[in-house]
């Protein structure tokens, strides 16, 4: 069984080392996602203070810039968004963002979703809300 390491030249870049996805036979898996926009800092939906701290956010704009994230590294990889299986969704709140995060992902999957666990975590790598993780075909 053979491994590539495939690296989207659309989504933003990793925030460690690792790829963007990795390919083991006709699976892709992708490393976490998140809504950052390549080549920058910004954070869609996130407004920081001077040191970096989340002052407020917009979880709509994060969801549909993670899903955009997702979607660029898929078709970078062969693969497409109607081709996934399996996701992991990381939230940082819950209560809060989950309402909103089921609204956007029912629209985006309206037929034939993939398998999915949502996930409280208490903080990301970055100031983020919401993290995917993603299994597809190719």
Same mark, same amino acid.
């Given at each position: 069984?053979?491994?590539?390491? &495939?690296n *989207? ?6 925030? =460690? ?8 036979g006709n699976? #892709?898996? #992708?490393? =976490? ?6 080549g920058?800092? &910004? ?10 701290? /989340? ?7 994060q +969801?549909? *810039? ?7 590294? #898929? !078709?970078?990889? =062969?693969?497409s %968004?109607?081709? &996934? ?5 990381? #939230? ?12 956007? %992902? ?13 996930? !409280?975590?208490? +903080? ?5 809300? &919401?993290?995917?993780?993603? /299994?597809?075909?190719?």
């Amino acid at each position: 069984m053979s491994e590539n390491s &495939i690296n *989207s030249s659309k989504a933003p870049e990793p925030v =460690g080392l690792y790829p963007h996805a990795k390919r083991v036979g006709n699976l #892709l898996f #992708l490393s =976490g996602v998140g809504p950052r926009e390549k080549g920058t800092k &910004i954070i869609p939906g996130v407004e920081l203070d001077a040191n970096g701290k /989340i002052i407020s956010y917009n979880i709509e704009t994060q +969801c549909r *810039s993670v899903f955009q994230n997702v979607k660029f590294i #898929l !078709e970078d990889a =062969g693969s497409s %968004w109607n081709k &996934i299986v399996d996701v992991t969704v990381f #939230l940082t709140n819950m209560k809060d963002d989950f309402p909103i995060f089921n609204k956007i %992902w029912a629209e985006s999957f309206s037929e034939n979703p993939p398998c999915r666990t949502t996930i !409280e975590i208490n +903080c990301l790598p970055t100031p983020i809300a &919401i993290e995917l993780k993603v /299994i597809a075909t190719v």
